[in-house]
């Protein structure tokens, strides 16, 4: 019998929905609770729900956990924005956390975890291997040291007007320019709103010897606004996706690159600007472009072996297994 996974209301679920897809589940996006009693027990493997959406209507939400349970499957809140949670209002976190809405919570990160839910899963971003990969170059190729056009990238958003999220990325961003203004450094900032493509985003971290990780949205969508709060624990899709381009990643630090990779070796962070400044004059000297480049090999196979979605999706198999027992 081919099970189904049901993703309700997530956003950026396509990797992880093709990866169940690959791994032969049937996937179904966004049914009401009532498309839900087509199905028979044990066919619904799990559904993967966002809780941003699902709380709003929480005696809907407790419907859907009936319904689900009744068919042998558990509702899963999988949470990549912890622990801002998306700036939610503080009574539905409350809420969530004072009555039995969940069976398992899967987060990228642990911080604020607990109460979630009785079953609490370790699920980190991952590479979304089907576009983030080396697209027809070998780690050979990137070993050419006159391949690279820039010293130091960044690809991502840095526009705060829309997004008040972007303003610390922003600042940290123009103090690094003015710190390495005085330098051969090259630095180039990719502005995401200019709606670059899957290829040229790829280029850049391929033609980048160094390609930076700062700040994330999850640091700072407090409700209320940011006032200091602990940044997020958990790591980027970045910070998989660039080395699975077989880019070198320079990222800002975080607490569970320790739990995923191993510092010095496949991964290299920093915990401020003076040592981002450091780090940058380091991996860009000649010198030192064969350690860059063995960190991002080492990065490549690492990822490749246990940071991709499939991995993720074996990975929730295993745990709803383990909860359905």
Not at 38 to 66: R, S, V, W
Not at 225 to 235: A, I, K, R, T, V
């Amino acid at each position: 019998m081919k099970q189904v996974v049901i993703f309700r209301y997530l956003w950026n679920h396509e990797a992880l929905a093709e990866a169940f897809q690959n791994l032969g589940y049937e996937i179904e996006v966004n049914p009401s609770n009532k498309d839900l009693e087509k199905y028979k027990p044990d066919e619904i493997l799990c559904c993967i729900a966002n809780l941003h959406t699902e709380i709003k209507k929480p005696f809907t939400m407790l419907g859907l956990k009936q319904k689900l349970n009744a068919k042998h499957a558990p509702l899963i809140f999988w949470n990549r924005d912890g622990p801002s949670h998306m700036g939610d209002k503080w009574w539905r976190i409350w809420l969530v956390k004072h009555f039995k809405f969940l069976d398992i919570y899967a987060t990228h990160t642990l911080q604020d975890a607990g109460h979630f839910a009785d079953e609490v899963v370790y699920f980190p971003n991952a590479a979304w291997d089907s576009k983030y990969n080396l697209s027809g170059k070998t780690l050979q190729d990137l070993r050419n040291k006159n391949a690279y056009s820039y010293d130091v990238s960044f690809i991502g958003s840095i526009t705060y007007e829309k997004r008040p999220e972007n303003y610390h990325r922003m600042v940290f961003f123009k103090k690094l320019q003015q710190r390495l203004e005085n330098t051969n450094i090259k630095f180039y900032i990719a502005e995401c709103e200019n709606n670059l493509s899957l290829a040229q985003q790829v280029e850049i971290i391929q033609k980048s010897k160094i390609n930076l990780s700062c700040a994330a949205g999850c640091d700072f969508r407090y409700q209320g606004g940011y006032h200091g709060e602990p940044f997020s624990f958990g790591l980027p899709e970045r910070c998989y996706g660039i080395a699975n381009c077989g880019g070198f990643l320079l990222s800002d630090h975080r607490p569970h690159s320790y739990d995923d990779f191993c510092e010095n070796y496949d991964f290299v962070s920093f915990k401020n600007i003076n040592e981002c400044v450091e780090k940058i004059l380091y991996f860009c000297d000649d010198k030192n472009f064969d350690k860059l480049r063995e960190i991002a090999e080492n990065a490549y196979q690492t990822v490749n072996r246990k940071h991709l979605y499939k991995h993720r999706a074996e990975k929730l198999i295993e745990y709803v297994n383990y909860w359905k027992q």
